[in-house]
T-cell receptor, first 115, second 115 residues
């Protein structure tokens, strides 16, 4: 069974600084997708970034980038130049290739950006 | 446009009531999902529809009854709920279930309170 672990329940960062959220996962599959979703107080789950396991290059979306270490089964999210609007719950998620395409979520990290 | 809409935003119901949650997407997606999210927890998958057919039911009690009238709409009919069913109910859609390239896009959710 796939498991996703986020070991940091809460984090804070000063505005304009950089913060890294950690995520590890456990799977026996060789090909899969990894995602970071953001859920602000407005509740909407918003896709931040995704990574295909077969790609060695780390995904980047503007201020958001990942450090994907396949051998270590690690998938951390780096947020650069943090903004107040980045305050949210961040969920790491794993999608398997069994055909079910189910998303397995971690328990989330609550990030607060401090002005 | 990656919009998934859900109505109502909030719903309060008694244990003997019958109500329905609605979800709509106009992205041409053929897979739609219902998730349940308790406070400070990750979303839990309830149902998956693929091409308007129910493909996954994650052992959800029969007091929750999903319906997919067409490829754009997904309903969740509620009857004889319990207070522990109070949660945020999220709808999501993706292009096609079973494709590894899929990304799920979420709606803003319906906050359900059962009295």
């Amino acid at each position: 069974a796939q498991t996703v672990t986020q070991s940091q329940p809460e984090m804070s960062v000063q505005e304009a600084e950089t913060v890294t959220l950690s995520c590890t996962y456990d799977t026996s599959e060789s090909n899969y997708y990894l995602f970071w979703y953001k859920q602000p107080p407005s509740r909407q789950m918003i896709l931040v970034i995704r990574q295909e396991a077969y790609k060695q290059q780390n995904a980047t979306e503007n201020r958001f980038s990942v450090n994907f270490q396949k051998a270590a089964k690690s998938f951390s999210l780096k947020i650069s130049d943090s903004q107040l609007g980045d305050t949210a719950m961040y969920f790491c998620a794993f999608m398997d290739q069994t055909g079910a395409n189910n998303l397995f979520f971690g328990t989330g990290t609550r990030l607060t950006v401090i002005p | 446009d990656t919009e998934v809409t859900q109505t109502p935003k909030h719903l309060v119901m008694g244990m003997t009531n019958k109500k329905s949650l609605k979800c709509e997407q106009h992205m041409g997606h053929r897979a739609m999902y219902w998730y349940k999210q308790k406070a400070k927890k990750p979303p839990e998958l309830m149902f998956v529809y693929s091409y308007e057919k129910l493909s996954i039911n994650e052992s959800v009690p029969s007091r929750f009854s999903p319906e997919c009238p067409n490829s754009s709409l997904l309903n969740l009919h509620l009857h004889a709920l319990q207070p522990e069913d109070s949660a945020l109910y999220l709808c999501a859609s993706s292009q096609e279930k079973g494709r590894m390239t899929d990304t799920q896009y979420f709606g803003p959710g319906t906050r359900l309170t059962v009295l």
